[in-house]
């Protein structure tokens, strides 16, 4: 444990993306299996324990700490898991025995829930204050070490000479601690077989466009079409599997049958799950929202929300691997395939397009139902995994904006633990506020202690981590889109909402009324 | 005698009455006992100034020489008016001293700066039992307790064979952290030289002289960036950010610190490898201090005095907040 409490409190620091990769090359040497898989599966968001919360935690300080001391540091370090962790009691002598994070990981998932408390004090005792400092982190999830899933596999990749893209074609079929993984890097075993049926194959994605990017690029080499604002998927058909594929790589065919079902072919595809009205049009992300996170699917959503793929490319057909072919090629490929019906799919048209200035004003122009913005697809690019900058661009639409103001701040995490961050904002509907939408990112450091400073002077209540504030200060409010929602007291949902600028100059009386949103929804 | 009556706090700081004195007084006075050379204590412009022989000369070094200066050597007293002064060690810096004062039958220690760690630069804190101490807490709060500073210069040097082509500045106070970090590298087997910046040389002079050997050291300022890869580079912790650092070679910024406990104070001074290295007393030894010299009365001092306070109050000692001003929250911590 001690060793892998070592790295996160490195990681932590380290800002640069190389130095990050060494510090973790260097633990995979140095670590023994089990201990670096599970800290892989640590980074890259694998590991969960249920059992473990963090009242749990506080309830425990309470235990060993004077409360006084305890409210006075826990107010002076600003994140609970780090108080706890510096102020726990130290032990006069070295620990006899120091877990290791392969046997508390092991201990965690066996261990019964009234039996985590017991476990977790006696570990507390044996570490030191980052050891302590990382196992609370590990066990509440999200260790924000500034370490995304990806650069944590591209570190195990390049540790052991291999190519990332290797690692993500093999990584839904492997599991905790990743022996074999490890073991194929170390050169000591072959790489881990990709089951030959309907498993999960890397993303493509795309990178924001910026305007200033189009004049180095000729409109010639470029297709272009809609970007559907659904949810990307994969659907993976062979030899009698049918998987539906989120981004993450997650399984979400169990809320989709009726696409499982439709996919009576052998082929892998890329697009974008919708769901659509009579019109066969999209309807709008919400209606889609009702579909997932459903562990049943009862048939009347099945017929009032059927879900449907609009489809972008395609990465395998028939077990031959199309990737490496350029995108006009598999392009054409696809429109041959759906010469034949496909139910519940269609495919994404391609737009004609000769000159930016017309792509421009299509985008422009588009603002119906379904619509994030534009794609726009170098003809010759392979199918790669990940982001990589250059073949694909995505051009989204301007975002809408709204005057809110701020009704509720709470404490943020990470770097952010000591400053009120999260924002709750709301519009104003007959003479009080409702709130419209909650948002955290968008500020530079200046301006979110500025924020700070001011919603600790203005505050009139305060829950927990959270306080209330008088009405007085109004963000600009960007969104993509603006959807009814039944689970809104407001009635309405904001769709990728972020603080655009401060408006310290607004009265909050001048902020927007719930009605403006109300005629913005799509 | 009710020791507020001959001890207390005036507009210049500290003041010992019957002996017509100040202690470490922040504006210049007639007659002052200083406890050790650091600027918020060892000001410039007093007449007289009674002090270890080191910190006279830390003094002197620093363009703070009173007109006058006193040398009184650890474990000797003097009498001032009808007050006896005496000089212990506080382990702080070099010369570091608490100052001893009795008075009419009583004792009051006012500890200075202090902490109970091995440090090879100084003597160590020597605990003078006595009827009030005046206490610093400059890390008064439990969550403040140092690691083993052999254990900090140990991942130091792991950075430093981790990123050979880099290399890692240090930012250290330049009166005793300095000359503290290096004494250790070299305890830890680093013989290489250890290049300075230009604003550390002459404190760690001073140090040879008075006895402490540090090794080769290089000014940091010559040697080209190549010939700096994979060096330890020092530097006053001003220094970190300035001008004066973009010539070095993709420096793995470190800071030694007892603050770099706390992660947000280390990421707020954009810190990659903070080192828990401290010169003051821990949550940890502040306690024990206070029941090792077993003094009745407490009065805190120099930076989180609530909890402290609030400790010694469960202990039944009678125990205040002394609001000193003239103390900035120590940048050599
Ligand atoms: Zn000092
Ligand atoms: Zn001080």
Redesign the interface.
């Known amino acids: 444990m001690m060793a892998f409490a ?1 790295l996160l409190d ?1 990681l ?4 640069g993306r190389n ?1 990050k990769l ?2 973790m090359a ?1 633990y995979f040497t140095h670590a023994p299996d089990p201990d670096r898989g599970y800290a892989l599966a640590a980074l890259t968001g694998g590991l969960d324990f249920p059992n473990a919360k963090p009242a749990l935690i506080r309830d425990l300080a309470a235990r060993r ?2 409360p ?2 305890f409210a ?2 826990y107010d ?4 609970l898991a ?2 706890v962790a ?2 726990w009691p ?1 032990r006069p002598q070295p620990a006899a025995h120091v877990p290791e994070l392969g046997e508390i990981v092991e201990a965690l998932r066996l261990t019964p829930k009234d039996g985590v408390a017991g476990l977790l004090e006696g570990w507390l005792d044996s570490l ?2 980052t050891g302590r400092w990382a196992l609370l982190k590990l066990i509440t999830g999200g260790l924000r070490v500034g370490v995304s899933a990806r650069l944590a596999k591209t570190a195990v990749a390049e540790w052991g000479g291999r190519d990332a893209a290797e690692i993500e074609e093999v990584w839904h079929g492997l599991k905790p601690p990743y022996a074999g993984l490890f073991a194929w890097a170390e050169g000591l075993a072959d790489r881990p077989a990709v089951e030959d049926g309907a498993t999960f194959r890397p993303f493509m994605l795309a990178t924001p466009l910026e305007e200033r990017d189009l004049a180095g690029l000729d409109p010639a080499d470029f297709a272009a079409e809609w970007k559907w604002d659904g949810i990307r998927v994969q659907v993976a058909a062979r030899g009698g599997t049918r998987r539906l594929f989120a981004r993450s790589g997650d399984d979400v065919g169990g809320a989709f049958p009726d696409i499982l079902e439709a996919a009576t072919f052998d082929a892998v595809i890329d697009g974008e799950l919708l769901v659509v009205a009579p019109d066969g049009e999209p309807a709008s992300f919400n209606h889609l929202q009702q579909r997932l996170n459903r562990k049943t699917v009862t048939p009347k959503m099945l017929r009032d929300y059927p879900a449907h793929v609009r489809v972008y490319d395609m990465l395998f057909c028939e077990g031959e691997d199309l990737r490496p072919l350029p995108f006009a090629e598999r392009r054409a490929r696809l429109e041959r395939w759906f010469a034949r019906p496909r139910p519940r799919l269609d495919l994404s048209p391609l737009l004609p397009f000769e000159s930016w200035d017309q792509l421009a004003a299509l985008r422009d122009a588009a603002r119906q139902n379904g619509i994030e913005g534009l794609m726009l697809k170098r003809k010759d690019s392979p199918y790669l995994s990940g982001r990589p900058k250059g073949p694909w661009f995505k051009w989204k639409r301007d975002a809408l904006t709204v005057d809110a103001v701020l009704m509720y701040a709470q404490r943020g995490h990470g ?1 952010r ?2 400053y009120y961050s999260d924002y709750t904002f709301g519009a104003w509907s007959g003479g009080a506020l409702v709130p419209v939408g909650k948002a955290y990112f968008g500020f530079t450091d200046e301006e979110l202690l500025q924020i700070d400073r001011w919603v600790r002077a203005n505050t009139v209540n305060r829950f927990g981590p959270v306080r209330e504030v008088r009405p007085g200060l109004v963000f600009e409010v960007a969104f993509d889109s603006v959807h009814a929602s039944g689970r809104h007291k407001s009635g309405v949902a904001l769709r990728f909402p972020r603080i655009a600028r401060i408006r310290w100059d607004k009265p909050a009386a001048e902020a927007d009324r719930l009605e403006a949103l109300e005629a913005l929804i799509s | 005698m009710d020791i507020e009556n001959w001890l207390r706090v005036t507009p210049q700081g500290l003041c010992c009455v019957p002996g017509g004195f100040h202690i470490d007084p922040w504006q210049p006075v007639a007659r002052a006992v200083v406890t050790h050379g650091h600027s918020d204590h060892a000001r410039a412009g007093h007449a007289a100034v009674l002090a270890t022989p080191p910190t006279l000369a830390i003094m002197a070094a620093r363009g703070a020489a009173p007109e006058r200066g006193q040398g009184l050597d650890y474990g000797r007293s003097v009498r001032i008016g009808d007050v006896s002064v005496r000089l212990a060690p506080a382990g702080h810096v070099l010369g570091s001293a608490q100052v001893v004062l009795e008075y009419e039958g009583t004792r009051a220690v006012v500890s200075g700066d202090y902490k109970r760690r091995p440090d090879p630069t100084c003597l160590p804190f020597e605990p003078v039992p006595c009827d009030l101490f005046v206490t610093e807490a400059t890390f008064g ?5 140092h ?1 083993d500073d052999a254990d900090e210069i140990a ?1 130091l040097l792991h ?1 430093v064979a ?2 050979p082509e880099r290399c890692h500045l240090v930012g250290v106070y330049a009166l005793g952290k300095c000359q503290r970090v290096i004494r250790l590298l070299r305890a830890a087997g680093y013989d290489q030289p250890i290049y300075v910046h230009g604003g550390l040389v002459e404190m760690c002079r001073l140090y040879e002289e008075w006895g402490v050997a540090l090794g080769e050291l290089r000014l940091a300022t010559g040697p080209s960036a190549d010939e700096l890869k994979g060096q330890i580079v020092l530097a006053p912790p001003s220094a970190l950010a300035d001008r004066w650092a973009r010539r070095l070679p993709d420096p ?1 910024t470190a800071l030694a610190s007892g603050w770099m ?4 104070r ?2 707020q001074r954009g ?4 080192l828990v290295i401290s010169d003051h007393a821990d949550w ?1 030894e502040l306690c024990r201090t206070i029941d090792e010299v077993g003094a009745p009365e407490l009065w805190v001092t120099h930076g ?1 005095e ?2 402290l306070v ?2 010694a109050g ?1 202990k039944g000692i009678a125990a205040r907040a002394l609001y000193l001003e003239g103390y900035e929250e120590e940048e050599a911590a």
Do not use: C
Request: no cysteine; aromatic share 6%; proline share 5%.
């Open positions: 070592r490195s932590v620091y380290t800002g130095a060494r510090l260097d700490v004077d006084v001391l006075m540091s002076y370090v600003g994140d780090e108080t510096l102020i130290e030191d204050a770097k633990s000591s | 709060l439990p969550v403040f307790r690691p991942r950075s981790l990123f793995v406990r706390v992660r947000l280390a990421r810190v990659e490898l903070p940890d989180n609530d909890a609030h400790v469960q």
